[in-house]
């Protein structure tokens, strides 16, 4: 979203098509100094809107989505650990995590590929009247509402990962983990893909809104979490359905409707390309719903609500690096595509592999993420109704979407190990099987969420 | 005295209760249980995972009754609850030993 799309941006305008990047860049460097370019109050009051629209998607939307998936014994732990680890990003965003990732570059240029300064920690530096750039030559933002809306990128990231472990997991070692997997994932990754000195954003990766970055990050940081922290008991054999498909679809909703903060916010202008993402966030994710339903169908079930919904999230997953990316008809297909194999991973995958992925964050965001990233160097061609360049080279841009995917897997599975491994070391990692037993919700918070 | 106890499909409650009334029946007890006969239950499919369940939801419908009206009653709820598909239910009838009110104290088939 940051400096990524802004290629897009340009591209979309045809007399803009040829803008230097490194102008643009510099511009981006030096944000807050000498704001001599224009904040416009419209871009301002969308980008605070967008940035609201986000928290809503994190609670309550991600909150309830994942807690009506959990049996009732654990509603409260589920949508405690979420709201808590969201909170916890966002204090310690602006202690370091933003200077990390957007800070002034580190002297080093091999350390600037992948990691900011700590010129910026504790926000230093910033006042109401610093500015950040945007996508368009001479328009910024405040900087306090770009620090902001990133921080809630960071928030919902986190608690995304906690989709796969939830249910048997300590309260305590959710919040170890976050600590340490924001800073050594989350942080020098936002850097590498958004920042104009992050390695994959020189080489031209296209990510919109945070495909790389928040989903394929999120999908792959719960996979390795829940092989480490192991299956829940009694797995696969005790039935264990959704306690309330209905605060599932609340929930699926409401995420639904905060995600257009999320990805036509990534325009950081309130302009055609977040009107582009705009569509393309309607568009993608009522075929993903749809084609989750057409498969259930297609293999002889009944089409499902907790299918409808789960292809919304899928179709969500997949157009959020092609938001301002990709057409409004390429982003319809992306969107049923990355359903569809949404459904084989958590379907087939996951049984016949056998990891105990709770809540499917890796079989919905991590392999309809990557679907995303991939597709979007296909839909981005002006052939199929993208936004790119006459001279798009398609080959090219996938192999470098292909190369910053498999970048991405490869840094958040080695951190996340890491970070779980120091989580376990300061809290036992996992709940007492008693405790499992009776739930999280009493034997974590002594609650209960109905009585 | 005796004691029918049915179980029958719950949306067939109405017509049994309905019946029954006209038969002079006073009152009734009705609970939700779960069970299985020659009906085998539903299976349910959350992203894939299938879950069985063998027990089926029904209406277990209790009835205190003169013994010289029980036949009735049997055959009463066996055509009310009828509808020809296999989980119908059963019914099955015990004798009762005593019976009282508790609000006067009467007792058997007064209490009734």
């Known amino acids: 979203m940051f400096k990524l799309s802004r290629t897009v941006g340009a591209a979309a305008l045809a007399a803009l098509a040829a803008l230097p990047a490194f102008a643009q860049e510099a511009a981006l460097q030096a944000p807050a100094t000498a704001p001599t370019a224009t904040v416009d109050k419209g871009d301002t009051a969308w980008m605070m809107t967008a940035t609201i629209l986000v928290l809503l998607m994190i609670l309550p939307g991600l909150a309830l989505f994942y807690g009506g998936l959990t049996r009732a014994k654990n509603m409260l732990s589920t949508m405690t650990q979420i709201g808590a680890a969201a909170a916890l990003a966002m204090l310690i965003w602006v202690m370091y995590g933003y200077s990390l990732a957007f800070g002034p570059d580190v002297s080093s240029a091999a350390l600037s590929n992948v990691v900011a300064s700590l010129d910026k920690a504790f926000l230093a530096g910033i006042t109401a009247a610093s500015q950040s750039a945007t996508f368009t030559a001479g328009v910024e933002i405040p900087e306090y509402v770009f620090v902001s809306f990133q921080m809630t990128f960071a928030a919902i990231t986190v608690a995304l990962v906690l989709g796969s472990v939830v249910e048997r997991m300590k309260f305590s070692a959710t919040m170890a983990f976050a600590a340490v997997w924001l800073t050594i994932v989350y942080f020098p990754i936002a850097h590498m893909v958004w920042a104009s000195s992050g390695l994959f954003f020189k080489a031209g990766a296209l990510d919109f809104a945070g495909g790389t970055v928040v989903h394929i990050n999120a999908g792959v940081s719960a996979l390795v979490a829940s092989l480490m922290l192991g299956k829940r008991m009694g797995y696969p054999h005790t039935p264990m359905p959704p306690h309330s498909l209905t605060l599932t679809g609340v929930g699926t909703g409401l995420l639904w409707v905060g995600w257009f903060g999320f990805n036509a916010g990534s325009a950081l202008e309130a302009n055609g390309s977040a009107g582009l993402a705009m569509i393309n966030t309607f568009v993608a994710t009522a075929a993903g719903g749809l084609a989750w339903m057409l498969v259930e169908r297609a293999r002889g079930h009944k089409g499902s609500a907790l299918g409808f919904c789960s292809g919304i999230i899928a179709g969500l997953v997949a157009v959020t690096p092609a938001a301002g990316n990709s057409g409004p008809f390429g982003a319809i297909v992306l969107g049923g595509v990355a359903s569809a194999v949404c459904f084989f991973a958590v379907s087939v995958l996951k049984p016949r592999l056998g990891y105990d992925d709770s809540l499917d964050a890796f079989g919905i965001h991590g392999v309809g993420g990557m679907v995303g990233a991939i597709g979007t160097g296909i839909v981005y061609a002006p052939a199929l109704g993208g936004p790119g360049a006459a001279d798009y080279d398609m080959g090219a841009k996938l192999l470098v979407q292909v190369a910053a995917v498999a970048a991405t897997i490869v840094w958040a599975a080695i951190g996340t190990a890491v970070a779980i491994a120091v989580a376990k070391a300061l809290t036992g990692l996992r709940v007492a099987p008693e405790v499992e037993q009776e739930g999280l919700d009493l034997g974590e918070h002594g609650e209960r969420a109905y009585n | ?112």
């Open chain 2, 1 to 112: 005295m005796k004691l029918v106890v049915a179980i029958i499909k719950p949306f067939k409650l109405d017509e049994v209760r309905e019946a029954l009334t006209a038969l002079g029946v006073a009152g009734m007890t009705v609970t939700e249980v779960k069970g299985f006969g020659r009906q085998k239950g539903q299976t349910e499919i959350y992203r894939g995972a299938e879950y069985s369940s063998n027990m089926v939801p029904k209406l277990k419908v209790e009835v205190a009754c003169a013994a010289d009206l029980a036949p009735r009653v049997v055959e009463t709820v066996q055509q009310a609850a009828n509808t020809g598909a296999i989980g119908d239910g059963k019914i099955f009838v015990l004798d009762l030993g005593q019976a009282v009110r508790i609000r006067t104290g009467e007792t058997d088939t007064n209490a009734l």
